[in-house]
């Protein structure tokens, strides 16, 4: 089969024009799950898909498939796609990317007339950055059934306002179709890398082999309320000055292992939070990982110890929970060797290595034979306004999706 | 002239019938300012005060005044009183007790039908504890002309609600007064002692001689925000690590001083807070006190020093903002003097001590005679649940209280 390309230009106008909604000074955008703005970046995208001559449902979690036929309908559909929410501090590329990159291998099989024989599904994730509602990958998790429908249909965001409630106030009048139930036949994902790896080593495409082993926890750390000022130093149990420590030794754990390791006290909440009173309570959102799953647990490990060594050295309650964890995966060799192939074929540079955050890819491994696959980052840095790829760098990866797309279903 | 005594039941039916109005599962109150249950606590308070004989009017800070005449009309007044209004965690006595037992004088010369020559007011002041506006003792400070009144009107709480916004809700349609403009014979307030002094001494009084210098402060950290997970350790800044080192360079500050330092970072605001996001902003308020002003200004010089050293070890920009400075202030010497007459001639044991927190009788120092007395506290921790006085520690009070406005105002 004759190697196809994409309209780069396309892509990158697509991508500029969607970074708009939810813009922010810095050049980032801010389209947290179920917002206005990510309603407006739905319609945004559906509009596209239509014009590119696809089927749009919406499922009962919001997800959205953009269909297009192929010549066999009983065929399972070849899905790629990605996300179109970003977390409070954005940038243009995580998520869309890979939401675009599909509805430029939608619009370049169109305007080329090619009819594929398995039907494409072009897909984008619910709230798959976790920062509004928790747990994160939710769209695809229930889709795949790891995660309860009702379950994440009543999960709050900060202001109490409920999954289904967003849901029903973007989508007023949709008749959501059930979610999952069905299989694929293969699921793509390309994605901005959100490191330095790439960059450094000169490679155009980063096939994801496996994953870093994380696990996620909460550290509630209790003490006792107080008024700030008479109330001697040697008599208080300050929960935030515990939550201080602890957060050091969190850090402390990933520093230890270098490159391989990572370590994480990133989300905080105190009660009461007024200058008057010292915290009787601390909530302290916690994560450690490494590559070697072996590393992750003793890290896990060492959390645990200093949360009992600071509780008992500061008279505080310090309740460890996990809550969640993710790897290590290994990525389907056969999957991963045909994006290898295409890339090669496309005279494009590869490496493989491991992610270390989770994607929506990572639940659909579970499901269909799935890849995920990277491109570089010129800033290293992601979950900032000053992610940036180039244009070139993204007409590579499409190219890449392109050409994997039509050897699973030509 | 002979002396009075309140009746200590009356006074204690009182306190736990105030404390009711926002009671708290673990027996305190959340009567935050001008909220709902503030506004019942002052509905309540007004409807007691108008049995008692009392005019009540509501000045345009919402600080309440309920007058009762003199023989002089002519005279100003003997002014006394405290504040309804609790911290989030709030006990029973913090506050309510200096207004109710103003109430029981009030109360007991209406009984025993004493005339006095001057005038006497009881005042509830607004917004004493600053928990949901800042600044603190709030109404008292714009009272005497510290704090502008638009000023104070134009603060917010965290849900954006302005100062008055929250009074036009409470008072739709009551005309407010001007606020300040006169000038007070005397100015007494009785206040739960906030720290263990009292109760380890054994006396039943505390007559406030001066106070801590207090500094207040707010250190802005900012750093990078960036993704948890592929960011090597490395390549961070963490806003939220770099708070937490501060948090504990505060707290050693305060330790370093044994009994007479105190050092706080209660308050934190942390930005994007997500959990898949590295902080790249953390706002932490702090403060450092001692009863000597030039070792609190050497806790201070610390505190920027550890600034320094922290952003510059951890490629942190932090900013230190002093928002608010109190003390040292030495209480009036004759005021204290007629309270301790009036506690001797009762058969109670005083002391003096320092206070470590403002209290409304701070501002009004600076504008009349003023005295500050302070009760034992059973559990030696206020601003939680547990805060305890018995009844016969706040008959004492009450019965001071009496006496002395009785000698100011006779």
Redesign the interface.
């Known amino acids: 089969m004759t190697l196809q390309h994409v309209n780069g230009e396309r892509l990158w106008g697509s991508l500029m024009e969607m970074a708009r909604i939810g813009e922010t000074p810095g050049g980032g955008s801010r389209r947290l799950a179920l917002t206005a703005e990510d309603g407006r970046a739905r319609d945004l995208f559906c509009g596209w898909a239509r014009e590119a001559g696809c089927a749009v449902t919406v499922d009962r979690i919001g997800n959205i498939f953009a269909r297009r036929k192929g010549s066999d309908a009983h065929a399972p559909p070849v899905v790629f796609g990605s996300h179109l929410d970003t977390?409070?501090?954005g940038g243009k590329f995580?998520g869309p990317l890979g939401v675009l990159a599909g509805l430029e291998v939608m619009r370049r099989l169109q305007e080329q007339d090619i009819r594929t024989r398995a039907p494409l599904e072009l897909v984008n994730w619910t709230n798959e950055?976790?920062?509004r509602f928790?747990p994160?990958t939710m769209g695809s998790s229930v889709f795949v059934g790891d995660v309860a429908l009702d379950f994440a249909l009543s999960r709050q965001d900060p202001a109490g306002i409920t999954v289904s409630d967003a849901l029903a106030k973007l989508y007023p009048h949709t008749e959501l179709a059930p979610v999952g139930g069905r299989k694929f036949a293969a699921y793509l994902e390309i994605h901005v890398?959100?490191?330095?790896l790439l960059k450094e080593g000169g490679e155009a495409i980063g096939i994801v082999a496996g994953s870093?082993k994380?696990l996620?926890f909460v550290a509630t750390v209790r003490g006792?309320?107080?008024?700030?000022?008479?109330?001697?130093?040697?008599?208080r149990r300050?929960a935030?000055?515990g939550?201080?420590?602890l957060?050091?030794e969190v850090?402390r754990i990933?520093?230890a292992?270098?490159?391989d390791?990572?370590?994480?006290?990133?989300?905080?909440e105190?009660?009461?939070?007024?200058?008057?009173?010292?915290?009787?309570e601390v909530r302290l959102?916690c994560?450690v990982?490494h590559a070697d799953p072996t590393e992750s647990r003793a890290m896990a490990d060492e959390l645990r110890d200093a949360c009992g060594r600071i509780a008992r050295e500061r008279g505080l309650e310090i309740a460890l929970e996990q809550y969640f964890e993710f790897g290590p995966i290994e990525c389907d060799a056969a999957m991963a060797s045909l994006v290898r192939d295409q890339a090669s074929a496309l005279g494009l540079a590869c490496r493989d290595l491991l992610?270390?955050?989770?994607h929506d890819a990572v639940p659909m491994m579970r499901h269909c034979p799935s890849a995920l696959f990277f491109i570089p980052s010129e800033t290293?840095?992601?979950?900032?306004?000053a992610e940036y790829s180039t244009p070139e760098q993204c007409r590579h990866g499409a190219d890449v999706l392109l050409n994997a797309v039509l050897q699973l279903a030509r």
């Open positions: 977390v409070p501090t995580d950055e976790g920062s928790s994160m890398e959100q490191g330095p870093y994380a996620y006792e309320a107080a008024h700030v000022g008479p109330t001697l130093m040697e008599q300050d935030m000055a939550a201080a420590a957060t050091l850090e990933g520093r292992r270098g490159r390791g990572r370590s994480n006290a990133p989300h905080v105190v009660f009461p939070n007024v200058r008057g009173v010292i915290p009787a959102s994560d990982r992610t270390v955050a989770s290293g840095i992601s979950h900032n306004e």
